[in-house]
Protein backbone atom coordinates (compact mmCIF):
# COMPACT_ATOMS: atom_id res chain seq x y z
CA UNK A 1 0.00 0.00 0.00
CA UNK A 2 3.02 2.45 0.65
CA UNK A 3 4.39 1.32 -2.54
CA UNK A 4 0.60 2.13 -4.69
CA UNK A 5 0.66 5.66 -2.58
CA UNK A 6 4.36 6.60 -3.70
CA UNK A 7 3.46 5.74 -6.59
CA UNK A 8 0.28 8.30 -6.82
CA UNK A 9 2.28 11.25 -5.63
CA UNK A 10 5.03 10.43 -8.00
CA UNK A 11 2.56 10.30 -10.55
CA UNK A 12 0.81 13.55 -9.30
CA UNK A 13 4.67 15.72 -9.52
CA UNK A 14 5.72 14.11 -12.57
CA UNK A 15 1.86 15.21 -14.11
CA UNK A 16 2.31 18.71 -13.06
CA UNK A 17 5.84 19.18 -14.38
CA UNK A 18 4.48 17.58 -17.75
CA UNK A 19 1.37 20.78 -17.26
CA UNK A 20 4.31 22.94 -17.23
CA UNK A 21 6.12 22.02 -19.78
CA UNK A 22 3.69 21.49 -22.38
CA UNK A 23 2.07 24.98 -21.83
CA UNK A 24 5.06 26.72 -22.31
CA UNK A 25 6.19 25.01 -25.30
CA UNK A 26 3.05 25.60 -26.95
CA UNK A 27 3.00 29.71 -25.85
CA UNK A 28 6.61 29.59 -27.28
CA UNK A 29 5.24 27.85 -30.50
CA UNK A 30 2.16 30.22 -31.18
CA UNK A 31 4.70 32.98 -32.89
CA UNK A 32 5.21 30.36 -35.73
CA UNK A 33 1.05 31.20 -36.64
CA UNK A 34 0.64 27.36 -36.90
CA UNK A 35 -0.32 26.73 -33.65
CA UNK A 36 -3.65 27.34 -32.44
CA UNK A 37 -5.64 27.07 -29.24
CA UNK A 38 -8.15 27.89 -27.20
CA UNK A 39 -10.96 26.16 -24.29
CA UNK A 40 -12.18 22.72 -24.94
CA UNK A 41 -15.24 20.44 -23.67
CA UNK A 42 -15.25 16.85 -23.24
CA UNK A 43 -18.12 14.48 -22.45
CA UNK A 44 -17.17 10.80 -22.05
CA UNK A 45 -19.46 7.31 -21.27
CA UNK A 46 -18.49 4.30 -20.35
CA UNK A 47 -17.99 0.70 -18.38
CA UNK A 48 -15.27 -1.60 -16.96
CA UNK A 49 -14.16 -3.63 -13.97
CA UNK A 50 -12.74 -2.92 -11.17
CA UNK A 51 -11.39 -4.94 -7.77
CA UNK A 52 -10.27 -4.66 -4.89
CA UNK A 53 -7.22 -6.16 -3.23
CA UNK A 54 -8.27 -7.35 -0.06
CA UNK A 55 -10.51 -9.73 -2.29
CA UNK A 56 -9.77 -10.02 -5.67
CA UNK A 57 -12.93 -9.99 -6.32
CA UNK A 58 -13.95 -8.39 -10.01
CA UNK A 59 -17.15 -6.29 -9.94
CA UNK A 60 -18.76 -3.92 -13.13
CA UNK A 61 -18.38 0.19 -12.67
CA UNK A 62 -20.13 2.41 -15.15
CA UNK A 63 -18.13 5.96 -15.83
CA UNK A 64 -19.45 9.01 -16.83
CA UNK A 65 -17.08 11.99 -17.01
CA UNK A 66 -17.46 15.78 -18.09
CA UNK A 67 -14.07 17.93 -18.38
CA UNK A 68 -13.06 21.48 -19.53
CA UNK A 69 -9.32 22.78 -20.02
CA UNK A 70 -7.18 24.32 -22.57
CA UNK A 71 -6.81 22.87 -26.41
CA UNK A 72 -3.65 23.17 -28.11
CA UNK A 73 -3.40 22.17 -32.33
CA UNK A 74 0.43 22.51 -33.53
CA UNK A 75 -1.18 22.81 -37.57
CA UNK A 76 -5.19 23.74 -37.77
CA UNK A 77 -5.14 23.75 -41.59
CA UNK A 78 -3.22 22.48 -44.22
CA UNK A 79 0.26 23.43 -43.13
CA UNK A 80 1.09 19.93 -42.63
CA UNK A 81 0.02 15.99 -42.55
CA UNK A 82 1.24 15.46 -38.87
CA UNK A 83 -0.03 17.66 -36.40
CA UNK A 84 0.36 17.49 -32.49
CA UNK A 85 -2.81 17.51 -30.49
CA UNK A 86 -2.95 18.42 -26.69
CA UNK A 87 -5.56 18.49 -24.34
CA UNK A 88 -5.16 19.63 -20.41
CA UNK A 89 -8.10 20.19 -18.39
CA UNK A 90 -9.74 19.76 -15.17
CA UNK A 91 -11.94 16.52 -14.94
CA UNK A 92 -15.30 15.67 -12.99
CA UNK A 93 -15.73 11.76 -13.23
CA UNK A 94 -18.68 9.51 -11.55
CA UNK A 95 -18.24 5.51 -11.58
CA UNK A 96 -20.93 4.01 -9.80
CA UNK A 97 -20.83 0.14 -8.83
CA UNK A 98 -23.01 -2.52 -9.05
CA UNK A 99 -24.58 -1.91 -5.87
CA UNK A 100 -25.50 1.88 -7.14
CA UNK A 101 -22.56 3.08 -4.90
CA UNK A 102 -21.66 6.15 -6.41
CA UNK A 103 -18.10 7.59 -6.55
CA UNK A 104 -17.37 10.85 -7.15
CA UNK A 105 -14.49 11.73 -8.05
CA UNK A 106 -12.29 14.75 -9.63
CA UNK A 107 -9.14 15.88 -10.99
CA UNK A 108 -6.65 16.86 -13.62
CA UNK A 109 -6.07 15.14 -16.93
CA UNK A 110 -3.62 15.47 -19.78
CA UNK A 111 -3.97 13.86 -23.25
CA UNK A 112 -1.67 13.97 -26.12
CA UNK A 113 -3.29 13.19 -29.26
CA UNK A 114 -0.64 12.46 -32.78
CA UNK A 115 -3.21 13.53 -35.94
CA UNK A 116 -2.76 12.24 -39.32
CA UNK A 117 -4.51 14.31 -42.11
CA UNK A 118 -7.11 12.24 -44.23
CA UNK A 119 -8.41 15.39 -45.87
CA UNK A 120 -5.86 18.56 -45.71
CA UNK A 121 -7.66 21.97 -47.04
CA UNK A 122 -7.12 25.68 -45.99
CA UNK A 123 -10.39 25.51 -44.77
CA UNK A 124 -10.83 22.22 -43.23
CA UNK A 125 -8.89 19.65 -41.67
CA UNK A 126 -10.03 15.97 -41.87
CA UNK A 127 -7.48 13.84 -39.33
CA UNK A 128 -7.08 10.42 -37.38
CA UNK A 129 -4.65 9.35 -34.93
CA UNK A 130 -3.99 7.50 -31.55
CA UNK A 131 -3.88 9.19 -28.02
CA UNK A 132 -2.05 9.18 -24.98
CA UNK A 133 -3.88 10.28 -21.63
CA UNK A 134 -2.93 10.17 -18.03
CA UNK A 135 -5.01 11.60 -15.06
CA UNK A 136 -5.13 11.61 -11.42
CA UNK A 137 -8.19 11.83 -9.68
CA UNK A 138 -9.75 12.17 -5.50
CA UNK A 139 -12.81 12.04 -4.22
CA UNK A 140 -15.52 10.30 -2.00
CA UNK A 141 -18.81 8.07 -2.53
CA UNK A 142 -22.49 8.69 -1.47
CA UNK A 143 -23.29 7.20 1.90
CA UNK A 144 -23.90 3.47 1.52
CA UNK A 145 -24.61 0.66 3.70
CA UNK A 146 -22.75 -2.34 3.92
CA UNK A 147 -23.44 -6.20 4.58
CA UNK A 148 -24.08 -5.75 8.00
CA UNK A 149 -26.04 -2.07 7.58
CA UNK A 150 -23.64 -0.16 9.08
CA UNK A 151 -23.40 3.20 7.45
CA UNK A 152 -20.53 3.71 5.10
CA UNK A 153 -18.29 5.72 2.64
CA UNK A 154 -15.47 5.64 0.72
CA UNK A 155 -12.68 8.01 0.23
CA UNK A 156 -10.37 7.11 -2.87
CA UNK A 157 -7.32 8.53 -4.87
CA UNK A 158 -6.51 7.42 -8.30
CA UNK A 159 -4.50 7.54 -11.32
CA UNK A 160 -5.70 6.64 -14.53
CA UNK A 161 -3.27 5.35 -18.11
CA UNK A 162 -5.20 5.20 -21.34
CA UNK A 163 -4.79 4.48 -24.76
CA UNK A 164 -7.14 5.10 -27.49
CA UNK A 165 -8.35 6.14 -31.36
CA UNK A 166 -9.71 9.92 -32.37
CA UNK A 167 -10.69 11.36 -35.21
CA UNK A 168 -12.22 14.99 -35.85
CA UNK A 169 -12.04 18.16 -38.17
CA UNK A 170 -10.93 21.56 -37.96
CA UNK A 171 -13.32 23.99 -39.59
CA UNK A 172 -12.73 27.29 -40.46
CA UNK A 173 -15.30 29.49 -39.06
CA UNK A 174 -13.45 32.67 -38.92
CA UNK A 175 -10.35 34.86 -39.90
CA UNK A 176 -8.79 33.80 -36.83
CA UNK A 177 -11.10 30.42 -35.51
CA UNK A 178 -11.59 27.10 -35.97
CA UNK A 179 -14.31 24.74 -34.62
CA UNK A 180 -12.26 21.57 -33.70
CA UNK A 181 -14.76 18.65 -32.87
CA UNK A 182 -13.94 15.06 -32.63
CA UNK A 183 -14.86 11.96 -31.06
CA UNK A 184 -13.51 8.37 -30.29
CA UNK A 185 -12.36 5.83 -27.68
CA UNK A 186 -10.22 5.39 -25.03
CA UNK A 187 -9.21 2.20 -22.89
CA UNK A 188 -8.01 3.21 -19.32
CA UNK A 189 -5.99 1.08 -16.68
CA UNK A 190 -6.80 2.57 -13.35
CA UNK A 191 -4.69 1.84 -9.81
CA UNK A 192 -5.57 3.61 -6.87
CA UNK A 193 -6.01 3.79 -2.66
CA UNK A 194 -9.18 3.51 -0.74
CA UNK A 195 -9.96 4.54 3.09
CA UNK A 196 -13.39 2.48 3.77
CA UNK A 197 -15.13 4.42 6.89
CA UNK A 198 -17.72 2.78 8.70
CA UNK A 199 -19.63 5.79 10.26
CA UNK A 200 -21.50 3.73 12.82
CA UNK A 201 -18.59 1.75 14.52
CA UNK A 202 -16.25 5.64 13.83
CA UNK A 203 -13.97 2.43 12.30
CA UNK A 204 -12.07 2.50 8.35
CA UNK A 205 -9.51 0.72 7.08
CA UNK A 206 -7.30 1.26 3.76
CA UNK A 207 -7.02 -1.06 0.74
CA UNK A 208 -5.79 -1.09 -3.06
CA UNK A 209 -7.97 -1.60 -5.73
CA UNK A 210 -7.22 -1.58 -9.37
CA UNK A 211 -9.23 -1.63 -12.66
CA UNK A 212 -10.10 -1.00 -16.23
CA UNK A 213 -12.80 1.26 -18.37
CA UNK A 214 -13.84 1.41 -22.10
CA UNK A 215 -15.20 4.88 -22.61
CA UNK A 216 -17.07 6.64 -25.72
CA UNK A 217 -15.75 10.10 -26.21
CA UNK A 218 -16.93 13.67 -27.78
CA UNK A 219 -14.74 16.70 -27.40
CA UNK A 220 -15.31 20.50 -28.59
CA UNK A 221 -12.56 22.76 -29.19
CA UNK A 222 -12.73 26.16 -30.14
CA UNK A 223 -9.13 26.80 -31.42
CA UNK A 224 -7.77 30.53 -31.97
CA UNK A 225 -4.54 31.46 -33.85
Same mark, same amino acid.
Given at each position: ??????????????????????????????????????? /????????????????????????????????? &??????????? /???????????????????????????????????????????????????? /???????????? &????????????????????????????????????????????????????????? /?????????????????????
Amino acid at each position: MRQARYNLRLVRRWTLVLLVAVVSAGSAGRAEALVAMGP /YLDFSSGNGTFKWDSDNKDFDVDMNSGAFGFAL &DSSKGDQSNFS /YRLNVGIERQNLKDQSDVNMKMGGGVLENVFAFAMIRQPEMRWWVGPLLRIG /YYGGESDEYHNT &DGDRCKTESNLVEFGVGVATGINLKIGPHIYLAPSAGVRFIGVAGTGTIKNLDLHSQ /YDDDFSGNLTSFFANFSLLFD
